[in-house]
């Protein structure tokens, strides 16, 4: 394991010399959130950051995003336009990072998404740990406040120093090109493992049970009268899927310029919260009611996604626990519910 220290000071001269040389995305606050956003100065990044609006993967799955481009007449042509620019994220929290693990599984698996592979290989991430938990996340009870290693490098917080973990050869290069380090002691691992105890230990929401049980519950759940309870006040807002890190459907559109020789055929993200997304061309829909749409939201996240990537669909993150207008897209709470309910 490749393990250095790095002062502050340095690290943020760093950060300038790296702005100035590479495209960054980091944590920018907008009071009162934050947001990742592209940086041009290395004040603007902000590492002890509790939660962006939106998670880091609509870098990687943005919210509109051209497929291919085409051209009608008079010599018809298709082109794909999956080309991806090279770019730093800086300040990717562990769960954004699990999120991200699962978006991995899901588009680079058996199916390959050229668009997505071409922004995944271009990407670099630079994560951190979590010093500042906000109240509506559950990760530690999710394990998923300590990050996966698939980062290039990965920062955490000691104080004066940030302690560095190289997580491949890319984040290497990107150490040895731009930030002056010293090698880690073991007494500098030692206040590692000793500080994330610590954030961990902040977290105020926790499932009651280890998160490899929740399909188990979901088992027994299925004619729960909480569903009816939460989907009769369900708003069909999508709110809850928007802000999700985990959450990557899509619909796909043409659309045709008004010389009607050329046109583009793009995606946009949607949400199995919407009252149209499971309509077929008879006009059937399979799920019409908020209470069929929210049940199913909650079995993707914590059956359907693990059975079918290996990965659960929900990371803890809180998002969507904030992001409702009538806080019932809470996941934790439906699952410690469904988790008594089967006691
Ligand atoms: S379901 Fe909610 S808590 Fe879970 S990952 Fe998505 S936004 Fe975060
Ligand atoms: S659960 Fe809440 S956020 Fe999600 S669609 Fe319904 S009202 Fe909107």
């Known amino acids: 394991?490749?393990?250095?220290?790095?002062?502050?000071?340095?690290?943020?001269?760093?950060?300038?010399?790296?702005?100035?040389?590479?495209?960054?995305?980091?944590?920018?606050?907008?009071?009162?959130?934050?947001?990742?956003?592209?940086?041009?100065?290395?004040?603007?990044?902000?590492?002890?950051?509790?939660?962006?609006?939106?998670?880091?993967?609509?870098?990687?799955?943005?919210?509109?995003?051209?497929?291919?481009?085409?051209?009608?007449?008079?010599?018809?042509?298709?082109?794909?336009?999956?080309?991806?620019?090279?770019?730093?994220?800086?300040?990717?929290?562990?769960?954004?990072?699990?999120?991200?693990?699962?978006?991995?599984?899901?588009?680079?698996?058996?199916?390959?998404?050229?668009?997505?592979?071409?922004?995944?290989?271009?990407?670099?991430?630079?994560?951190?740990?979590?010093?500042?938990?906000?109240?509506?996340?559950?990760?530690?009870?999710?394990?998923?406040?300590?990050?996966?290693?698939?980062?290039?490098?990965?920062?955490?917080?000691?104080?004066?120093?940030?302690?560095?973990?190289v997580g491949s050869a890319r984040g290497e290069d990107l150490r040895k090109r731009y930030l002056k380090t010293r090698r880690a002691r073991e007494v500098d691992l030692r206040q590692r493992n000793k500080v994330r105890q610590d954030w961990l230990k902040k977290y105020q929401l926790s499932l009651d049970m280890p998160p490899q049980e929740i399909p188990k519950v979901l088992d027994e759940a299925w004619h729960s009268p909480l569903w009816e309870e939460l989907g009769q006040k369900c708003l069909a807002c999508g709110s809850c899927t928007m802000v999700c890190p985990t959450c990557i459907c899509f619909d796909v559109r043409d659309g045709i310029e008004l010389n009607?020789?050329?046109g583009e055929r793009y995606r946009r993200w949607d949400s199995c919260m919407f009252d149209g997304f499971a309509k077929v061309a008879s006009g059937e829909n399979f799920r019409p009611t908020g209470t069929a749409r929210l049940r199913h939201r909650l079995y993707r996240k914590g059956k359907y996604m693990l059975?079918?990537?290996?990965?659960?669909?929900?990371?803890?993150?809180?998002?969507?626990?904030?992001?409702?207008?009538?806080?019932?897209?809470?996941?934790?709470?439906?699952?410690?519910?469904?988790?008594k309910e089967a006691r």
């Open 260 to 262: 009607l020789k050329e």
């Open 1 to 165: 394991m490749d393990v250095f220290i790095t002062s502050k000071a340095d690290f943020d001269s760093s950060i300038q010399r790296m702005i100035q040389q590479n495209e960054i995305y980091g944590v920018k606050r907008k009071t009162p959130s934050f947001a990742f956003d592209r940086l041009v100065a290395a004040e603007e990044l902000c590492l002890d950051y509790d939660i962006t609006v939106l998670p880091p993967t609509k870098y990687l799955l943005p919210p509109t995003e051209s497929l291919i481009k085409f051209k009608l007449a008079p010599e018809p042509s298709i082109r794909s336009s999956a080309e991806a620019q090279p770019c730093i994220l800086i300040g990717i929290h562990p769960d954004d990072l699990h999120a991200i693990k699962l978006l991995d599984a899901v588009f680079t698996g058996s199916l390959t998404d050229v668009n997505y592979l071409a922004r995944r290989r271009a990407t670099t991430i630079v994560g951190v740990d979590c010093v500042n938990p906000w109240p509506y996340s559950f990760a530690a009870s999710m394990g998923t406040a300590i990050p996966p290693r698939i980062f290039d490098l990965w920062l955490t917080d000691l104080g004066d120093e940030y302690l560095v973990e």
């Open 307 to 339: 059975e079918r990537y290996g990965e659960l669909g929900c990371v803890g993150c809180g998002r969507c626990v904030h992001a409702c207008l009538v806080d019932i897209a809470s996941p934790v709470a439906a699952y410690n519910r469904l988790a």
